[in-house]
């Protein structure tokens, strides 16, 4: 993130906010833990860049907060973030204009994290991990909307039995059957290595729904069981990505956790097909299929 604010000018912008701790940045958006009344939270500082810079809009950065407040409002399962207590506002800091709020702090580590610490999950964590993104995502379908965004360092692990796996980030997320809002740089918005070979169409738009995200879904299941990325390959070039994404067969789960079920595996291979109609018609549909495994 450009221009991230430093603990000393956003405690003066928001002294309100104590106990201050930068977690991490990203794109526009920085995130802080602090204590918020009672209660330690996650404080979202997201830059808002002038009118006159390139290459920016800030119609579009303000739309998109507002678009993942109003779809987590929305939202009832414990298998996505949910807000925190600090509603949005616009904030001067160090001459520069930000939005803030916040969600709830989880304390846990992200998929990613295990995935390079070399974490090699079983078959009862990979099935309660599918079921929490199902989860997540058919609460993301009920509200029309997709996420757009599901990958493994946007899903937290935490040592909470009732409370597993959490998927956080609605950032780019889109509303279906709503107006879509513009990807900085003319590409759809996403992560390349999670993105469903549609979204590489000149009328991706068209073919958005949500068996784009249920492809995400089975790409990160697929990675934090076998360790390594069904298509990608590392230190590869983005053209290269690109054309194993849309050209080439992914690896076969079995071959590489030939431990787990093989209705599992199958399970996991189909969602990550490229035509999106040989994939699960929704999450739901996949819960559906996983009923039963243990």
Same mark, same amino acid.
């Given at each position: /993130?450009?221009?991230?604010?430093?603990?000393?000018?956003?405690?003066?912008? =928001?002294?309100?906010?104590?106990?201050?701790?930068? +977690?991490?940045?990203?794109?526009?958006?920085?995130?802080?833990?602090? %204590?918020?009344?009672?209660? %330690?939270?996650?404080?979202?500082?997201?830059?808002?860049?002038?009118?006159?810079?390139?290459?920016?809009?800030?119609?579009?950065?303000?739309?998109?907060?507002?678009?993942?407040?109003?779809?987590?409002?929305?939202?009832?399962?414990?298998?996505?973030?949910?807000?925190?207590? @600090?509603?949005?506002?616009?904030?001067?800091?160090?001459?520069?204009?930000? @939005?803030?709020?916040?969600?709830?702090?989880?304390?846990?580590?992200?998929?990613?994290?295990? $995935?390079?610490?070399? &974490?090699?999950?079983?078959?009862?964590? +990979?099935?309660?991990?599918? *079921?929490?993104?199902?989860?997540?995502?058919?609460? $993301?379908?009920?509200?029309?909307? $997709? &996420? =757009?965004?599901?990958?493994?360092?946007?899903?937290?692990?935490?040592?909470?039995?009732?409370? !597993?796996? +959490?998927?956080?980030?609605?950032?780019?997320?889109?509303?279906? &059957?709503?107006?879509?809002?513009?990807?900085?740089?003319?590409?759809?918005?996403?992560?390349?290595?999670? /993105?469903?070979?549609?979204?590489? =169409?000149?009328?991706?738009?068209?073919?958005?729904?949500?068996? %784009?995200?249920?492809? %995400?879904?089975?790409?990160?299941?697929?990675?934090?069981?076998?360790?390594? &990325?069904?298509?990608?390959?590392?230190?590869?070039?983005?053209?290269?990505? $690109?054309? =194993?994404?849309? *050209?080439?067969? !992914?690896?076969?789960?079995?071959? #590489?956790?030939?431990?787990?079920?093989?209705? @599992?595996?199958?399970?996991?291979?189909?969602?990550?097909?490229?035509?999106?109609? @040989?994939?699960?018609?929704?999450?739901?549909?996949? #819960?559906?299929?996983?009923?039963?495994?243990?």
């Amino acid at each position: /993130m450009e221009y991230v604010p430093n603990i000393e000018d956003l405690g003066r912008a =928001r002294p309100d906010l104590r106990g201050l701790e930068f +977690v991490a940045a990203g794109g526009f958006k920085a995130v802080f833990k602090a %204590s918020v009344g009672d209660r %330690s939270e996650a404080v979202k500082v997201i830059y808002i860049p002038p009118e006159a810079e390139e290459d920016s809009s800030r119609e579009e950065i303000v739309a998109r907060v507002k678009r993942e407040i109003d779809a987590l409002r929305l939202c009832r399962t414990k298998c996505l973030v949910s807000l925190g207590s @600090l509603e949005l506002q616009a904030v001067a800091i160090g001459g520069r204009d930000y @939005l803030i709020y916040s969600e709830e702090f989880l304390a846990g580590t992200s998929l990613k994290s295990r $995935i390079e610490g070399g &974490h090699r999950p079983d078959t009862a964590e +990979v099935l309660v991990l599918a *079921r929490c993104l199902l989860k997540a995502l058919r609460e $993301i379908e009920r509200i029309g909307h $997709i &996420h =757009r965004d599901i990958k493994p360092a946007n899903v937290i692990a935490l040592a909470a039995p009732r409370r !597993p796996f +959490v998927l956080l980030d609605l950032g780019i997320a889109f509303k279906l &059957h709503g107006t879509e809002l513009t990807a900085r740089g003319g590409g759809p918005p996403g992560t390349l290595l999670y /993105m469903a070979p549609e979204l590489f =169409r000149p009328d991706y738009r068209d073919a958005l729904d949500i068996r %784009s995200d249920v492809y %995400s879904v089975g790409v990160t299941l697929f990675e934090y069981a076998a360790g390594v &990325h069904p298509l990608a390959r590392r230190g590869e070039d983005v053209g290269t990505t $690109i054309y =194993r994404i849309l *050209r080439q067969p !992914p690896s076969k789960l079995r071959d #590489l956790r030939p431990e787990l079920p093989e209705r @599992l595996c199958q399970a996991i291979d189909r969602c990550i097909k490229k035509r999106q109609a @040989l994939r699960y018609r929704n999450p739901q549909a996949l #819960l559906d299929e996983l009923e039963g495994l243990t």
